[in-house]
């Protein structure tokens, strides 16, 4: 069976697209800080002509629910919510953070990933991916918020060669004070494409929701958000 993916990410900074038609990837990827309600759905529209698809064509939408920028998130759940109500068809939920892990092993080759992202207020979002011999990942459970201090305690326990990826490391330097090997990377944002691979496991695994089950997820057991500028 022939299957046709739509996949999309505002999480942060980044804003990007995705389609899947029968393994070929067509895809649109820009760093548009503020500016995700004005250029997603122009972005959309491009990738379903470069894909020669419609929303009817779609077999299943897929989404990073985060965590992220709070109105980025909720950006990429109310799109995909009104694709989804719209044409009547299934969601995929996808963690931001492991899509960047799947961007460092497309681009890398590398099969250990320590996810650091800039969460403000002193805060960072992390996790510890492994791909295994199967090809999927583990490390779903290592995803927390965590101060520098306690990312370092929980990555000192780790063993073997990882790579760095997201913001936080640039932001933080005292993360990289470990004796862990760490191989640093430039990959920081998540890129709709490396949702693909993840959505079609999922799918044929089953692991599908309606668009009354897609919600975001933010780690963070409280909401910021900062007064624009003149505001």
Same mark, same amino acid.
């Given at each position: 069976m022939s299957i046709h993916i739509l996949a999309i990410d505002t999480s942060t900074e980044a804003c990007s697209v =995705? *389609? $899947?038609? %029968?393994?070929?990837?067509?895809?649109? +990827?820009?760093? #548009?800080?503020r500016m995700h309600t004005h250029k997603i759905l122009p972005?959309?529209?491009?990738?379903?002509? %470069? #894909?020669? /698809?419609?929303l009817q064509h779609i077999n299943v939408l897929a989404f990073g629910r985060g965590p992220g920028s709070f109105t980025g998130v909720r950006i990429s759940v109310g799109i995909i919510k009104g694709l989804? +109500?719209? =044409?009547?068809?299934?969601?995929? #939920?996808? &963690?931001? /953070?492991?899509?960047?892990a799947q961007?460092?092993?497309r681009q890398l080759g590398e099969k250990k990933i320590i996810v650091a992202m800039d969460a403000k207020m002193g805060d960072i979002y992390s996790a510890c991916y @492994? /791909?295994? &011999?199967?090809?999927? $990942?583990?490390?779903e459970e290592t995803e927390k918020v965590?101060?520098? @201090?306690? +990312?370092?305690?929980?990555?000192?326990?780790?063993?073997?060669? $990882? *790579?760095?990826?997201?913001?936080? $490391?640039? *932001?933080?330097?005292?993360?990289?004070?470990?004796?862990?090997h760490l191989l640093e &990377?430039?990959?920081?944002?998540? %890129? =709709?494409?490396d949702i693909l691979p993840l959505a079609l496991q999922a799918w044929q695994d089953g692991k599908i929701i309606n668009a009354e089950e897609a919600h975001p997820v933010y780690l963070h057991n409280k909401i910021y958000w900062k007064k624009l500028p003149n505001k």
């Open positions: =995705a *389609i $899947w038609r %029968d393994g070929k990837i067509f895809n649109k +990827f820009i760093f #548009s800080p972005m959309i529209e491009q990738c379903f002509i %470069d #894909s020669n /698809l419609n989804a +109500f719209g =044409a009547n068809l299934p969601i995929i #939920s996808i &963690s931001s /953070l492991l899509i960047i961007g460092a092993y @492994e /791909l295994k &011999s199967n090809g999927y $990942w583990s490390g965590l101060k520098p @201090e306690q +990312f370092l305690n929980k990555i000192n326990n780790l063993n073997g060669k $990882w *790579i760095t990826v997201g913001t936080g $490391w640039k *932001i933080y330097p005292i993360l990289k004070m470990t004796n862990l &990377s430039i990959i920081c944002l998540p %890129d =709709a494409q």
